[in-house]
């Protein structure tokens, strides 16, 4: 499956397992910043890591300082291969940006990417293939 | 996002490596609010200047950036860690990494301001003036009841508008996002600064739009405004409210839902020690307090949190004396939010009347928190 016409919202391609949440994610207080753990037992990704994934969720809440918690992921190699945001948000476009992680923006009515499902996407060319 | 030639050579590279990564930060916040293009802003105030928020990776980060980068337009910076007139208890390793953090910052031109309420200590813009706020609750503040015009900006956006004077022109620096498209109504009466809290709480769940109005309640004052805007801030992504009858969606907050705020945040009965602050309190804050506690002594260790500005208005009209001579503490340029002073190995819990304070204390700092109004604490813990 190919969902194009993705909005680039930081450029670069990653790839890796897809993890998805329809929950918003305080990035300062919901991970761990050395495992890349979502930590809150809360969060329907509680104890799912975000290393090398591709992350699927709706945009980030809370601390401004979530940015710089997105940048420290990055340095400690904990960090997603990419982001795919349904409303891509300040804290999530600054830190990546920063951090080098791809974004992209959803497009409306886009078909929801499956849990684990291998995904790779193309920020500059604003797609997504997800391999079934 | 369209940007002219000079921001196109900066975004480049060629005004170094630090623009570089300040524009590549200010296209990426455009792209995804929607920008057309920057503006100048007239004042930036930065947060991610507490070691605990920042960590080793930010201290390298500000280290390097802060060797070529340089403010171009008026910047305040957030409290740090703590108060370096009483580093008892904080770690050597904590004071040298925090150390680090304030000389980058200073070595950048800001002012050297470590408050999380910037409005109440500088001089406030015309309304409707640009700026590029990142402290959520100033954001929310200065938006609301200043007429600023800022986004809810993260500590690196803030960073990046802070060296080149400039911001997005999106969101709620347009007056449509500032006109809410959903109301939130409350149907009880709001006893203390504490209720107001909670609706914040509620409403940064509840609300995906920038912008809010709340109905059934009366104008906040200073120290509600403060207890709102920080709460909204903390739970959300919405920047901005309004007091009054919204257009479109209106969602109700009752008890019903403050209980369940309530619930969620206040995990304990009672406190080893009581935190003040977060926002920082103001002089308004103080005299009440000064008041509530007048002829009596705290019953358990009480720390107030305020800006040095404030400690030292405060310490003028003798209303430092009087808290302290009912035992509070004061610790300037830090606050409740991310704090050292408060550990899980020294404290299982702490009172506090902030939403924003006890979301942290609970979430961050892994200590319980008896969440109580400004009052009732005076009432309880003061004899």
């Known amino acids: 499956m190919i969902i194009s016409n993705c909005k680039k919202i930081v450029g670069g391609s990653g790839e890796g397992p897809a993890i998805v949440t329809t929950q918003p994610i305080n990035f300062l ?77 959803l497009p409306r009515g886009a078909p929801a990417i499956e849990q684990g499902a291998i995904a790779r996407v193309e920020a500059d060319a604003g797609t997504i293939t997800v391999k079934v | 996002m369209e940007l002219a030639r000079d921001e196109e050579e900066a975004l480049a590279g060629k005004k170094g490596e630090a623009l570089a990564s300040a524009y590549r930060i200010l296209v990426a916040i455009g792209e995804a609010t929607g920008a057309s293009k920057l503006v100048p802003i007239k004042w930036a105030h930065v947060s991610g200047v507490n070691y605990n928020t920042i960590g080793d990776a930010g201290v390298q980060f500000l280290d390097r950036f802060s060797s070529t980068a340089r403010v171009a337009v008026k910047t305040t910076v957030n409290p740090m860690g ?16 925090q150390a680090s953090i304030v000389q980058s910052y200073e070595r950048m031109g800001v002012t050297p301001s470590f408050t999380c309420t910037p409005y ?27 007429g600023l015009m800022t986004n809810k900006e993260s500590a690196l956006s803030a960073l990046a508008s802070s060296v080149t004077g400039k911001a997005p022109l999106s969101d709620l620096r347009l007056e449509e996002a500032r006109s809410p498209k959903v109301g ?26 920038s912008s809010v109005a709340f109905s059934g309640i009366a104008r906040p004052s200073t120290i509600e405004a403060k207890a709102l805007s920080a709460a909204i801030g903390t739970s959300g992504s919405c920047g901005m409210f309004t007091i009054g009858q919204g257009r479109g969606e209106k969602i109700s907050f009752t008890r019903k ?28 804050e103080l005299d009440l307090l000064a008041k ?8 358990k ?55 924003k304070g006890t979301y942290y204390m609970n979430n961050f700092n892994k200590v319980k928190v008896a969440l109580k109004d400004i009052r009732t604490i005076a009432k309880e813990y003061a004899e």
């Open chain 1, 29 to 105: 207080a919901m991970v761990d910043q050395k495992t890349g753990m979502i930590t809150d037992p809360r969060h329907e990704l509680h104890e799912k890591l975000l290393k090398g994934a591709v992350l699927v969720f709706p945009y980030a809440i809370g601390s401004s300082v979530g940015a710089y918690a997105i940048y420290s992921l990055r340095e400690y190699g904990s960090a997603p291969s990419a982001v795919v945001c349904t409303r891509a948000d300040i804290t999530t476009a600054s830190g990546c940006a920063i951090a080098n992680i791809p974004v992209v923006d």
């Open chain 2, 82 to 97: 703590y108060d370096r007139d009483h580093p008892e208890g904080i770690p050597e390793k904590f004071q040298e990494k």
């Open chain 2, 120 to 146: 109440e200590v500088f001089d406030i813009p015309d309304k409707g003036a640009p700026v590029s706020f990142a402290e959520s609750n100033a954001a929310v503040f200065s938006n609301s009841l200043l």
């Open chain 2, 184 to 209: 939130i109504e409350a149907d009880f009466k709001f006893e203390s600064e504490l209720d107001y809290g909670l609706l914040g709480y509620f409403a940064g769940k509840a609300v995906k739009e």
């Open chain 2, 257 to 284: 839902e403050a209980k369940a705020a309530m619930d969620e945040l206040s995990t304990a009965q009672d406190g080893d020690v009581i935190t003040l602050g977060s926002p920082q309190l103001g002089m308004n």
């Open chain 2, 292 to 299: 509530l506690t007048e002829g009596k002594k705290f019953t």
């Open chain 2, 301 to 355: 260790r009480c720390m107030i949190f305020c800006s040095r500005a404030i400690h030292g208005q405060a310490a003028k009209v003798g209303l430092t004396g009087r808290l302290e001579r009912s035992g509070a503490e004061f610790m300037c340029d830090s606050c409740t939010c991310f704090t050292p002073y408060v550990t899980k190995e020294k404290y299982d819990s702490v009172v506090s009347n902030s939403v």
